[in-house]
Nanobody, 116 residues
Framework: QVQLVESGGGLVQAGGSLTLSCAAS????????VGWYRQAPGNQRELVAR???????NYADSVKGRFTISRDNAKNTVYLHMNSLKPEDPPIYYC??????????WGQGTQVTVSS
């Protein structure tokens, strides 16, 4: 069982930066792939970025060059560094973990509001 808690959301101006954190419980977290998803009201969740247990990363085309995913296994935490945020970026961000993507464990979500 893995429990995930996101933090770091908030209000930011367009073009600004924010870093989200996903803190996990469970000793096997380092062996899990972790993905950040985001969702706009009425829309499906979309995968934003993913990092494997070995540190390989993938990004959605919409965030390439703007977002960076990283992990600190000693702290059981995965980060999403977001730059050049846009008002049209979907506002709710979720952390997900598992051996596959998406895995069975989800966080509760954190809101990112980008003002124009």
């Amino acid at each position: 069982q893995v429990q995930l808690v996101e933090s770091g959301g908030g209000l930011v101006q367009a073009g600004g930066s924010l870093t989200l954190s996903c803190a996990a419980s469970g000793s096997t977290f380092s062996s899990r792939a972790v993905g950040w998803y985001r969702q706009a009201p009425g829309n499906q969740r979309e995968l934003v970025a993913r990092i494997t247990s070995g540190g390989s990363t993938n990004y959605a085309d919409s965030v390439k060059g703007r977002f960076t995913i990283s992990r600190d296994n000693a702290k059981n935490t995965v980060y999403l560094h977001m730059n050049s945020l846009k008002p049209e970026d979907p506002p709710i961000y979720y952390c997900n973990a598992g051996f596959v993507t998406p895995g069975p464990w989800w966080g509760q979500g954190t809101q990112v509001t980008v003002s124009s």
